[in-house]
Nanobody
Framework: QVQLVESGGGLVQAGGSLRLSCAASGSIFSIKAMAWYRQAPGKQRELVAGITGDGNTNYADSVKGRFTISRDNAKNTAYLQMNSLKPEDTAVYYC??????????????WGQGTQVTVSS
């Protein structure tokens, strides 16, 4: 069974940086796309950034120029480098893996989430 484990969240002051990691464990042949979502209290979960297997990326307008998504296909791991953080970036950040191929294919898998808190 494939699982996603996120790490790297925490408390940071406005203007600071954090790097989130999302490692997929289990028997995996390939992952079509990986993405980071976030959900702030009282708000819907929103896409922050996504990356395909061949490196194509997309970002929410609110994070363009500040966040960078990357992945290491050999390690089945995705990263989110977050710079110039703002209080409005405060949320639980979730990793998603789509199109997971292995002994048992999965259309979409979610991690448990990691809290990011940006103080003003």
């Amino acid at each position: 069974q494939v699982q996603l484990v996120e790490s790297g969240g925490g408390l940071v002051q406005a203007g600071g940086s954090l790097r989130l990691s999302c490692a997929a464990s289990g028997s995996i042949f390939s992952i079509k796309a990986m993405a980071w979502y976030r959900q702030a209290p009282g708000k819907q979960r929103e896409l922050v950034a996504g990356i395909t297997g061949d490196g194509n990326t997309n970002y929410a307008d609110s994070v363009k120029g500040r966040f960078t998504i990357s992945r290491d296909n050999a390690k089945n791991t995705a990263y989110l480098q977050m710079n110039s953080l703002k209080p409005e970036d405060t949320a639980v950040y979730y990793c998603n893996a789509a199109g997971v191929r292995g002994p048992f294919n999965s259309a979409s898998i979610w991690g448990q989430g990691t809290q990011v808190t940006v103080s003003s």
